[in-house]
């Protein structure tokens, strides 16, 4: 065996990176058991909010689909055409922005999907439509001097 193929076998040992991603995923799984714990995170409870912060805005809420836990998102004034963009599948490369912006979004859900796909966006408490949403209620509360 020559020393680049000595040097390959050394350095690409399967077995061995199988037993990391093992490990790896051992890793993530705890601490996704424990975040769950300490957040007790409620996908409801962010559609909830997300909701209230949408009607604050003057916007209507998510629109429930067929399927269990996804929602389409209402229509929604100009203001937030930068976030939807989120939304909407990959623009082609020859497809001109304009002609992009008008097709449809996608719908949301607030869990995780089975499987990794782009018919559905996720949204989680960092998503800039769930942080946008929520924010509004508490700036309103903010505002106001609760001692008063």
């Known amino acids: 065996m020559d020393e680049q193929n000595v040097t390959v076998t050394r350095e690409t040992r399967p077995e061995q990176a199988v037993d990391k991603a093992r490990s790896e995923i051992d890793l993530v799984a705890r601490i996704l058991n424990d975040s769950r714990e300490v957040m007790s995170f409620e996908p409801g409870l962010l559609c909830e909010a997300l909701n209230v912060g949408l009607g604050l805005a003057g916007e209507k809420p998510l629109v429930p689909t067929k399927t269990p836990h996804t929602f389409n998102l209402p229509e929604l004034s100009d203001t937030w055409q930068n976030t939807l963009d ?9 497809e001109a922005f304009w002609d992009w912006r008008k097709r449809p ?44």
Do not use: Y
Request: proline residues 13%; aromatic residues 6%.
């Open 105 to 148: 979004l996608r719908p949301v859900t607030f869990v995780p999907p089975e499987h990794m796909n782009d018919e559905v966006v996720q949204l989680h408490l960092q998503h800039p439509l769930s942080s946008g949403s929520v924010a509004l209620p508490c700036a309103g509360w903010a505002a106001h001097d609760l001692a008063a």
């Open 86 to 94: 989120a939304f909407r599948p990959p623009r082609e490369r020859d």
